[in-house]
């Protein structure tokens, strides 16, 4: 396992890891300002900067931090004196898990979250469809190929958190879906995952580590 250390120097790190710490508590009471203002002031261009920061700012950040201190994909060494990009990104998207609801909003609109996962820079093909139930916890570590459907309640993790010889590991790999694909629901896709063009996977197929197939499907 790759135990590289990133490059952020100590002090630097301290005043990121306490903004990032409480990123998720900033961005919320920022966006509630913001609407109470549009509301009791009637500013309306207060309501359009509210939705600016709770949509925009986390993927920005996310895309200029990556750019300093890129994400490596494979196993990197979790050490809580050290930079991680890995955790600034978990850290950015926290609010999103905390409120899901913010993120289901995008799919009112075809194409919307694709775009969305774009902005976390991802690669989504066109006409890609993903039902609402569908749950991707790195948001910038997919590629989607053209005409893909992923089906509801499909669970896309990127990433996985493993232990060895004492030390705390974080696992990143993007997971890839080939042009045509069908993913039905209840699936679950791990690290690695890299799924051919034009196939059919069943309902409640899951996918560990690096795997092309199937490893398993879920007993109903």
Known sequence: MSNKKQVMPRGVYRVVKFFLIYYALLLALSCLSLIYVAITQGRPECMILALAVIYLLPPLTHRFMNSLYPQKQGATLIDPNEYNP????????????????????????????????????SKVGKNVYLLPGVEIVDRGNVNFGDYVF????????????MTSNGKTYVY?????????????????????????????????????????????????
């Not at 905390?98 to 995008?106: A, D, F, G, N, S």
């Not at 992923?150 to 958190?161: D, E, F, L, R």
């Open 150 to 161: 992923i089906g509801n309640k499909t669970y896309i993790s990127p990433h996985i958190v």
């Open 86 to 121: 890995w955790i600034n990104s978990f850290r950015l998207q926290k609010i999103y898990t905390i409120c899901p609801q913010l993120e289901r909003l995008l799919f009112l609109a075809p194409g919307l979250y694709g775009a969305w996962l774009r902005l976390w820079g």
């Open 172 to 220: 990143v790999k993007d997971v890839v879906i080939g042009k045509g694909t069908f993913v039905g629901a209840f699936c679950t896709l791990g690290p690695g995952t890299n799924i051919p063009s034009l196939q059919s996977i069943p309902a409640g197929s899951y996918f560990t580590l690096n795997s092309s197939e199937p490893d398993g499907t879920r007993k109903a």
